[in-house]
């Protein structure tokens, strides 16, 4: 009887709640995506506190520790386990003959890894000066990922750079959404001539590959510009042919819902068209177009990434994963250091879960199915 | 079709009026540090005057075209010879393997993608799955780069390019060609594979969408060969909207590719693309940019027409 009630009750919960509780129920069904959500927000809180979490200040060289391999972060010691993890220093060895540098673990070293210990001064989001990191050693070094050639640890560099490619993309799109919604809108709402005129534009845009118009584009950046500008620069240019797909869902979804009798019945009501757009369309494909940015998010990263990688994009001194990417152009150096391809790691896995998240979005998007 | 042909004209012109300044400054300003001596003022006027600069941006505009529709598309600073030349000397090798890029991204797309949906949940399926996730989520030159990484690393091969170095600056036989057809693969897979891991999950959407639907369990009840009726019925209703996204693969392939010549520095547009915008030598990078935009241009026409005849429900009618 008691058990029967709480069915009830359930049920009752279904009918009466929102579309938007309706989503989230359904979204969180869709275990590939909650995963996803939440290695992007563990992604972007690292970005965003990025100087707090890296071990060590973006631009410190280690001369002494040129292309270093990853240290790994161990719990077992020769007598046995440790709670507190701690790293191995690490002793260079020169090969006399090829004058390669060679690293190998010293044992006799043992940096134990604390948590939030005072290291390189920053100054958080460049307003709140401190010293304190998440987790770092207190003496010795401790390089997660490797170093490059300049002997800066790749670890801090890949967060910042995380920063800077997250960001972008972000950005990015808001701009595409703006352009998108409002083309798309007045193509879409009043049809006809405009309608023709913005359609074709679209196709025409659709019709050039992206790459080359993109590198054509980046590459008239002047060369003086401040990294902040050329931030900005590569953003815009990367919404250029971005906000297209977005305009063709809005209107789309539009001309479909234009039809509507829910429509009919609030311009019978008298509502003005500015409230039958804002109050009844918009709630009506908010959903889809929230599908259709994240699913357009990984192509900024990828050609960010591409841009950057190729040195048209993001320059030195500021980084992102394809700056980074720029250290493993030549097949022999990665052959040597593979550790060099770890950003390329991060742009997969990013792109990946915006993948999984879009997907879980768009379930959810239609909850009454 | 001739609007957006128009239309790529002007994207072009901007890209090659973009960076400031106009090319016949920089020009002189090559000739001055080459030659060591300044021009006189006289030179420089009469320079501007042959190339046109001084005269308002429409009509240079107009006179580009002009020159563009006898053949002349300018010459490049960079390499001292004809734009026309060098673009006519690589862009073939971009068309073959775009199109071998093609091919690869069918071949291998639509068979996996129907195993996968036929045995869907088998260690196949999550297999191939996998492969496409990472297919679609891997950037093309980390794609080839990873590629280049292992094949250096396991097989101690160095890939890239598209010849051996004897074969590089002779001219064709059957060596050469045997020899390039050995450097094929590489790019041929680096650039159809996003293709083919986007087309996998979508033809295995598309089927499994058809498969659960009545007139296959219809068909089954009647007794019906399990092949004849998979290849018969539910195939050929989920590929239709594969086939109709067709045109929409070139610009992305075209895309892709640009990227990936580079980073395995194949003698094609993509590498002459990227030096030329490094060196700011615009006339040919505006050129090999309206190119490409116009092979993928026809070629989604070509596609679009081949689509029209297959299926005949599709009609361009103007609807109102």
Known sequence: MKKEKRKIGAEEKFYVATQWQLMWRKFKKHKLAILGGTI????????????????QDLYKQHLGYIHAPPQRIRFFHEEGFHLRPFVYGLKRRLDPRTLRRTYVEDKTKKYPIYFFVHGDKYKLWNLFPTDVHFFGVKEGTMFLFGTDKLGRDLFSRNLYAARISLSVSLIGVALSFVLGCILGGISGYFGGRVDMAIQRVIEFLICIPTIPLWMALSAALPKKWSPIKVYFGITI????????????????????????????????????????????????????????????????????????????????????????????QNVRTVALHPWLLIPGLFVIITVLTFNFLGDGLRDAADPYK | M????????VVAFIIIQLPPGDYVSAYIAELETMKGERMEEAE???????????????????????KLLRGDFGISLQWQRPVIDLIAERLPLTVMICALATVFTYAMGVPIGIYSAIRQYSAGDYFFTVVGFIGLAAPNFLLALILMFLFYKYLGLS??????TQYMNV??????????VKHLPIPVIVIGTPGAAAL????????????????????RAKGVAERTLLFKYPIRVAINPIVSTIGWTLPWLVSGGTITEIVLSLPTTGPLL????LKQDMELAGSIIMFLSFLTVIGTFISDILLALLDPRIRYERST
């Not at chain 2, 001219?171 to 390039?180: E, L, R, T, Y």
């Not at chain 2, 295995?204 to 369990?217: A, N, P, S």
Request: charged share 15%; with cysteine.
């Open chain 1, 40 to 55: 992007l927000v563990i992604f972007y809180v690292l970005g965003t506190f990025c100087e707090f979490f890296s071990t």
């Open chain 1, 237 to 328: 240019i990367l919404s250029i042919v971005g906000w297209c797909g977005l305009a063709r869902v809005v209107r789309g979804k539009l001309l479909e819902l234009r039809e509507e009798d829910f429509v009919m019945a609030a311009k019978i009501a008298g509502a003005s068209e500015l409230r039958i757009i804002v109050n009844h369309l918009l709630p009506s494909f908010l959903s889809y177009l929230i599908v259709s940015l994240t699913l357009s998010i990984p192509n900024m990263i990828l050609g960010e990434t591409s841009l950057s990688f190729l040195g048209l994009g993001i320059r030195a001194p500021a980084v992102s994963w394809g700056v980074l990417l720029q250290n493993a």
């Open chain 2, 2 to 9: 001739a609007v957006i042909l128009l239309l790529l004209s």
């Open chain 2, 44 to 66: 420089i006027i009469a320079l501007r005057k042959a190339y046109g600069v001084d005269q308002p941006i429409y009509i240079q505009y107009f006179k580009w075209i002009r």
């Open chain 2, 159 to 164: 890939v890239g390019g598209l010849f051996s």
């Open chain 2, 171 to 180: 001219p064709w036989s059957v060596g050469k060609f045997i020899d390039m």
């Open chain 2, 200 to 219: 996998i999950r979508t033809m295995r959407g598309c089927l499994l969408d058809e498969l659960h639907k009545q007139y296959v369990i219809t068909a």
């Open chain 2, 274 to 277: 990227f030096q030329a915008l």
